[in-house]
Structure formats: structure tokens, C-alpha cells
């Protein structure tokens, strides 16, 4: 099995992928706030790992992404006690033998980095990726593999919590699409407000995109939150809730 290690701003996801089946097959979460990280690493991690009756011995390679540089000696540390190796940690020179390739390697994210290595390997294309994390990136990948661009704008949950903590009596709400585009109380308003809004965001950004380059992008969505607009379901050409773990395996069997 090869274990991906994905460290975001909200969450430290762990995935496993089967070799033999060819498909992830287990998945779980921690929270990377660093004060509960190294309690949650050393409880929940071998706790999960007996429970889905899975041995460590199983684990051949780790691969680590992590856009959270504090907390990488801490999961650096876990593993190689715990599972008995060095996770190889993905940084600016392992993209230099990849297909892809970016203008500054120094400054993208190894997230993005791993979204474009899984959608251009996958679709040998012009590429539009639209991660729906705690911030949303839209990521546009030529032809030959050349990231053209990236844009970011602050995630759904971050505008929730934005409004909830920048304002004394609107409060924090629930991701849901309403039914309708005009609230009809605070709750509804918020939810409106921020997911019919997103939904036009969307849709504008992909059309600017695809305006100033002059391409036809096939447009992949991913990131935890890619389900919450089904508004937008037309828009895309797949949704990959894997795509970031998958292009982390790519790049790290690349390296290997």
C-alpha cells in the first residue's frame, strides 16, 4: 500500500492507496491545529489502523504534501516511529522531473502542484483544476503541461466564518444550498448570499479563463467542498475528491 499524507491548513488527511485493486481504499482526518496534532498522531493514527485491521508493515512508500511547513517535523517524526520510514516530502525540486511544469516552483503550493500532476497525467490536455479547500484556486494547465496561471479567493467556509466573525449578530451557518436565492431569514440569507454567490464566482472565473486563453479546458473539481454546489454540476467534466492524493502518489513514485 502507499500512504498518502495531504497537510492543508484545516486538516492532515491520511489515505491509503491499494496497488493491487488500484484504488483508494481508506481515508481519514486530523485536525492540523498544532496543540492537538501530536495527541490526535498518536492515538487516532494506530487506533485507525487496528481497527481497519491494517499493519504497518503493509505501508511500501509514504509520500507527504504538506502547505503547513511548522507541523512537518511533527508528522516527519510520527512516521518514522510509528510506521518505520521517512515520508518523502514533496518540495520544489521533486517537480523537476514531472510532465508538468510551473514558471515560479519556488512559490506554488504542492497541493496545487499535485492537483495539475493527477489532471494532466490523466487528461494530456488543457486543464482547468477548481479546488474547493479552505481557499478556492482555480488552476489552468496548457497543453504541454505548463501551469498558464492561478487564482485564489477565500474557500465557502472561510467566507461563512469571515461573516460570523467580523459581524456581532450574523451567525455562523450550515454549507446547504438553499432553494431559493433570496433568504427569508438570517440563516437562508447567509447561505444564500454566500452559495449562489460562489456558484456565479464559478462560473465567471471559468469563463474569463477560458476568454483570455482562447482554449477548450477540460474543467476538473476537487477539495472537500467540490459536492456543496450542485449548482454548478454542469460546469464540470469530473469531480475528483481524490485528486490531490492522487497526483502526491504520482509525484512521489516520480522522485522515487
Known sequence: MFLAIDAGNSNVVFALFDYKSGKWTNQFRLETKTPKLISQLSKKVPLYFLEHDIHVSQIEKIGFSSVVPEINGIIEQFCESFFGQTPYLIQPESFLVLPVKALRPNEIGSDLMCNVMAAFSRFQGPVIIVDFGTALTFTAVGS???IMGVNIVPGLQTAIKALFMNTSKLPEVELKLPESALGKNTIHAIQAGVLYGY??????????????TGLSFTVVATGGLSSILTSLEGE?????????LEGLRLITEANS
Do not use: W
Not at 464540470?236 to 485528486?243: A, Q, S
Open 144 to 146: 504541454t503541461g505548463e
Open 236 to 244: 464540470f467534466d469530473e469531480v475528483d475528491r481524490n485528486l490531490t
Open 199 to 212: 456558484t456565479g464566482l464559478v462560473k465567471g472565473m471559468l469563463e474569463a479563463i477560458r476568454k483570455e
